[in-house]
Structures are given as structure tokens and as C-alpha cells.
T-cell receptor, first 112, second 115 residues
């Protein structure tokens, strides 16, 4: 799977949009972009994923650039409970063998 | 309730005393994996399994063994634990069959301390 690069930390004011970037310049055509978050030491939680179209669900939006070399996770109205470490990973979907590398992620701090 | 269950959640042991951390999922998922998490290093994959009797190494397999005799269970075995295996461990699973979204379901974690 392609590697990803994320900033180590970001701040966001409560109520504002949090935009978390991820670079995946070596992504291949059949690799999806996934986002997870981990609150404190709990098990990571799935947020959203996409291939090339922008995606939105009840938690967040995912914007993938046209060349697919980068993406942005958007939390439209961040709350204090969104303070967490956010991981961007890319992987092939399906039965092919794979090992998943979560990396170090971005530590997002939402402030009052 | 669909879940991934790990046991024990907390364990303090001594160097060289064999231990097993169990992982069980009730969602009939084909894929299961183990991660360890250490400060400043993020989540690193130890082993994964694509199905029964099929396992493969992740990024940090040294000092660990796994087995997948049944679809629902994927135990992590530390034959001779050492202090550098003190860590927070997570088990995860996901379906691989048609229609799968690729979402990983994680357990609550097992905090292991080796003295």
C-alpha cells in the first residue's frame, strides 16, 4: 500500500471547520483512501473512505484531489469531543493480501 | 451486538512468562489483525490473517506468534515476553467478501506491561 504523510498536530476552534490534510503521492489506481480517528487510548474508529469522488457522511466529508495524490478530511463543525488522533491510510479493497500501516497520524486539538 | 473482544484488557507479567492475548469477533469477518501502539510511534501492525489458516507478518512481527484455527478467533502469543513488548495492543477485523467497505472494527485494547 502507498505511504501517507500527515502533519503531526493541528488546532481548531470549537464550532469551526477542521480541515485535516493527507498526502499520498504514490497512490495507485485501485487504492482507496481511509480515515480513522482514535480518542485517547480507545480502539480507532472508522470515519470515511473514498476512491476518487468526494464523499460525505454524518461524521465528515472527504475531498480527494483530481490527481488523487492528496486528500482532506473535513469536520464541518468541530466539537471538543472531536479532539483525537486522525489517521489517513490508503489500501486496496478486496481479497488481495495487504498489511496496513496507520503511521503516526495528526493529533487534532479542538479548543473552546 | 457486533463487536471485537480482547482479553485480558490489562496484564502485568514478568520477562519470559508465556502469555496469550485472545481476540474474538462475532461478525464472521475473514480478515483479522493485531496492532501495537507505543508513544510517538502510532499504530504498527504485528500480524494479519486473510482467513482461517492464512496468516502473514506485518511491520513488527518479531517476538510474536499468531494462529487462526477458527474464523472468529485470532490469538496473539508472546512465547517469551520482554520489556520492549510493553505496549497497548489492538485487534481488528473486517469482511473481505463482496460488498465489503473495508472498514476495520477494533477491539477496546489490551494494555500489557512486561517487568
Amino acid at each position: 500500500d502507498a505511504k501517507t504523510t500527515q502533519p503531526p498536530s493541528m488546532d481548531c476552534a470549537e464550532g469551526r471547520a477542521a480541515n485535516l490534510p493527507c498526502n499520498h503521492s504514490t497512490i495507485s489506481g485501485n487504492e482507496y483512501v481511509y480515515w480513522y480517528r482514535q480518542i485517547h487510548s480507545q480502539g480507532p474508529q472508522y470515519i470515511i473512505h473514498g476512491l476518487k469522488n468526494n464523499e460525505t457522511n454524518e461524521m465528515a466529508s472527504l475531498i480527494i484531489t483530481e490527481d488523487r495524490k492528496s486528500s482532506t478530511l473535513i469536520l464541518p463543525h468541530a466539537t471538543l469531543r472531536d479532539t483525537a488522533v486522525y489517521y489517513c491510510i490508503v489500501r486496496v479493497l478486496g481479497n488481495s493480501g495487504y498489511a496496513l500501516n496507520f503511521g503516526k497520524g495528526t493529533s487534532l486539538l479542538v479548543t473552546p | 451486538e457486533a463487536q471485537v473482544t480482547q482479553n485480558p484488557r490489562y496484564l502485568i507479567t514478568v520477562t519470559g512468562k508465556k502469555l496469550t492475548v485472545t481476540c474474538s469477533q462475532n461478525m464472521n469477518h475473514e480478515y483479522m489483525s493485531w496492532y501495537r501502539q507505543d508513544p510517538g510511534l502510532g499504530l504498527r501492525q504485528i500480524y494479519y490473517s486473510m482467513n482461517v489458516e492464512v496468516t502473514d507478518k506485518g511491520d513488527v512481527p518479531e517476538g510474536y506468534k499468531v494462529s487462526r484455527k477458527e474464523k472468529r478467533n485470532f490469538p496473539l502469543i508472546l512465547e517469551s515476553p520482554s520489556p520492549n513488548q510493553t505496549s497497548l495492543y489492538f485487534c481488528a477485523s473486517t469482511p473481505l467478501a463482496g460488498g465489503a467497505t473495508g472498514e476495520l472494527f477494533f477491539g477496546e485494547g489490551s494494555r500489557l506491561t512486561v517487568l
